[in-house]
Each structure stands twice: as structure tokens, then as C-alpha cells.
């Protein structure tokens, strides 16, 4: 399996940005597709998870209101919307997949980096 994540870049405090990943290989029914995110200087941290199989859907607390994951089943693409979008929101965003059996987050996507100018 492998992820591969697009659509970021430069764009101005308050405008939207959907984020997608393309996702490689056999991604079975019992899989959570997820989206992270690495500003400078700081850990990484979980903004959004989504069942592959039901679209149950999970945000990090400080994401709720303002991202919106989702998935496309037939593209095999999970997308990150991100709405009124602040300079804090500047970071490389990642999506990754875990089997619904495990915590662990065993594929990770390359990282697409989104900068918000203010």
C-alpha cells in the first residue's frame, strides 16, 4: 500500500483548501484513513480519521468545525477540506492508514505542505 498526498500550497488567511490522497495498493474495508499534521517546530498531531468502509469520521478537538474529511471509495482518495483557514494551519499534512485492529499507523503518505499567509 502506498499513500500519496497533494493539493497543498500558499494560500491567504480565510480562503479553503482541499487536501487529497490517492491511496495505492489494496486498502481493505477494516482500515481508518487518517490525516496528521507537522507545523515547524512541533510534533506531529492527529486532525481527522475516517473509516474506510462505513465513513465514520473522527477529528482532533482544535480541528472540529473547521476540517471536513471525507472519501471517495471508487477513486480510492481520501480528501482533507480545511475552511477559514489561519496561519496556525501552516504545516506539512500527512495522511496515513491503520487496520481498525491496531493503534499503530503503519503507511504514511509523503506530506504535503500548506502554508497560510496571513
Known amino acids: 500500500v502506498q499513500l500519496q498526498a497533494f493539493g497543498g500550497g500558499l494560500v491567504q488567511a480565510g480562503g479553503s483548501l482541499r487536501l487529497s490522497c490517492a491511496v495505492y495498493?489494496?486498502?481493505?474495508?477494516?482500515?481508518?484513513m487518517g490525516w496528521f499534521r507537522q507545523a515547524p517546530g512541533k510534533e506531529r498531531e492527529f486532525a481527522a480519521a475516517?473509516?474506510?468502509?462505513?465513513?465514520?469520521?473522527y477529528y482532533a478537538d482544535v480541528m472540529k468545525g473547521r476540517f471536513t474529511i471525507s472519501r471517495d471509495n471508487a477513486k480510492n482518495t481520501v480528501y482533507l477540506l480545511i475552511d477559514s483557514l489561519k496561519p496556525e494551519d501552516t504545516a506539512v499534512y500527512y495522511c496515513?492508514?491503520?487496520?481498525?485492529?491496531?493503534?499503530?499507523?503503519?503507511?504514511w503518505g509523503q506530506g504535503t505542505q500548506v502554508t497560510v499567509s496571513s
Open positions: 496515513a492508514a491503520r487496520h481498525i485492529d491496531y493503534n499503530e499507523w503503519f503507511y
Open positions: 495498493g489494496v486498502i481493505a474495508s477494516s482500515y481508518w
Open positions: 475516517i473509516n474506510w468502509s462505513d465513513g465514520r469520521e
